[in-house]
């Protein structure tokens, strides 16, 4: 062996630097706690505190200097509802932000994922099939129209990037936001002040635990399949049925009223089906999502509901 071939093999054993943005996040907790137990890997998180991905001079000389390998975008301005008050600000954070990261990816030589999402579809009103990456997207709002237009940045600048659409993400840490409750936190806590709760059955769609999403995740750092991925739950659901699952399972006597979402008025509108196809990832890596309900199972194990 020459010196040159020592190197490579240095090289090859050094643990791969990877950044998480949005590492306080359902997602992005998820992704540190998966990738942390791994000696191969070296997790430098970042938050919104610590850098702002609309503005490129706030991470540039940073990165820089971390000289990562991979960068892990999990970060995103997804309350719906505000998107709808505050475009520009939709726009700045899942498209702008989306395209510096991937303009500095591709200008440092290093692979770039970003977490989308299944609201880049729904304006097919009649669909009942689920979606598959190849099918033309048509959103309903501006967050989904947002995180589309960073989908495209992402696939016109970078070369080493993964796009990864889900679907109706619970996890651990829970979502920020107002109250920080995911959706199984928020019912959990309705049958606790209520005899019956009203929920949306009309809309149909896969929730994806955030732990198996990042185990996927971290299932790419091992290949280089670059594309857009759909990865969500296997099965699907209206939310009502959802939140009777969770009922039943924690056995909660609650009624559960299946309404339409016209009941809660908003100004948002939202798919009424947005289920995505897993063939593209079954078919490249071997991966198999889990079932909804074994998701939803073992996150109220780990919250020890159960």
Sequence with gaps: MDASDFEKNELNCMPRKIVIIGAKG??????????????????????HK???????????????????????????????EETEKNPSKAFEVNTIGVRNLAEYCEERNCTFY?????????????RHTPYRE???PGPLNIYGNSKLSGEYAVCSTCSRFY???????????????????????????????????QVVNDQIMSP????????????FLLIDAYGVYHVSSEGSCTWCE????IFSTLKINVIVEPVSTSFFPSIVKRPGYSVLDKSHLQSLTRSFMRE???????????????
Aim: charged share 25%; with cysteine.
């Design 114 to 126: 970003t977490v989308s999402t299944d609201y880049v579809f729904g304006l097919d009103s009649t």
């Design 242 to 245: 959802m939140a009777k699952f």
């Design 50 to 80: 610590d850098i702002e991905i609309a503005d490129k001079n706030s991470f540039v000389s940073v990165f820089d200097e971390l000289k990562p390998d991979s960068i892990i975008n999990t970060a995103a301005f997804h309350n719906v």
């Design 26 to 47: 359902q997602l992005g907790s998820d992704l540190i706690r998966v990738l942390g137990k791994e000696k191969q890997w070296m997790v430098y998180p970042f938050d």
């Design 134 to 136: 190849t099918d033309v």
């Design 292 to 306: 909804w309900k074994c998701m939803v199972t073992d996150y109220l194990k780990e919250k020890k509901y159960l």
């Design 208 to 219: 994806t635990y955030t732990l198996d999403l990042a185990k996927q995740i971290a299932s």
């Design 163 to 197: 796009v990864i659409r889900t679907s109706g993400l619970f996890g651990k840490t829970g979502p920020s936001g107002k109250n920080g409750r995911n959706f199984i936190e928020t019912m959990i806590y309705l049958a606790s002040q209520r005899d019956t709760i």
